[in-house]
């Protein structure tokens, strides 16, 4: 039932699954609480909140997230959302594949496909984000070496899958980071750990999509060889059955 929903473009396949258990799924008039309940599409009537439950064709874009932007649907202080960015008429409900913070900018996809959103955040794919940061100073070869070991963070150790120095410029540097997990502002608070704080942060890879050339707070779809790339990925989210 979950993935049904999931791949419905209802919510990412954990959200379904939280929509289940609180009672909000009824399938032919009758209320479903178990997971892993069994639906028959197009036989079986499914209903959300009341609401009838048709699948609807899976998009999966790219957005070049600008710095500004909360990542999410909506937001209750009235913030700019990321969706507000790809709305267009017609186009189905699209979500955001995992996070970038306000202050990030980059690649963000957005999808209705909740069965390829939570495998491409779930930690076991491990799917590797790359990020550009620019630093303030000049961090020794010695300092990067650090993100690569490990450095603690408010009792939390952390460290970065690799590390490279892009560029230097009179004041600053910018360095690549590439993550296998991205925790909280992890990239912002390993550098400050060195003595270096972030000045501007932009993710430019996840997996095998990369961000380009894509002027920043424009989209585009994912074409089908990129598609097909992200699935190599994370085994189990094929669109064509359930």
């Not at 954990?14 to 609180?22: K, S, T």
């Not at 874009?61 to 913030?79: E, F, N, V």
């Not at 650090?146 to 410029?169: I, N």
């Not at 424009?218 to 059955?241: C, H, I, K």
């Amino acid at each position: 039932m979950q993935k049904f929903l999931a791949r419905a473009g209802i919510a990412s396949r954990r959200q379904c699954e939280a929509f289940i258990a609180a009672g909000r799924v009824q399938v032919n008039g009758q209320t479903v609480r178990t997971l892993g309940t069994r639906v028959r599409p197009g036989r079986d009537r499914v209903q959300v909140d009341g609401e009838a439950v048709r699948p609807e064709a899976l998009v999966t874009i790219l957005l070049h997230k600008p710095a500004g932007y909360i990542t999410s649907r909506a937001d209750p202080q009235g913030r700019p959302v990321v969706t507000s960015l790809v709305q267009q008429t017609g186009q189905p409900r699209l979500f955001p594949v995992g996070r970038l913070d306000w202050d990030t900018e980059g690649l963000l996809l957005l999808t209705n496909d909740g069965a390829l959103a939570n495998a491409l955040t779930h930690p076991r794919y491990g799917v590797r984000k790359v990020y550009h940061a620019k630093l303030k100073g000049h961090p020794t070869p010695e300092s990067l070496a650090r993100l690569t070991r490990g450095v603690v963070c408010d009792g939390e150790r952390m460290k970065a899958l690799g590390v490279e120095l892009l560029h230097p410029t009179r004041q600053n540097a910018w360095i690549g980071v590439t993550l296998e997990q991205g925790r909280y502002r992890q990239v912002r608070r390993m550098c400050e750990a060195l003595g270096h704080p972030v000045l501007k942060l932009i993710r430019v890879a996840m997996g095998p999509i990369r961000l380009g050339s894509l002027p920043r707070g424009q989209w585009r779809p994912l074409s089908a060889d990129e598609l097909r790339a992200l699935r190599a990925l994370v085994p189990d989210t094929d669109p064509s059955g359930i």
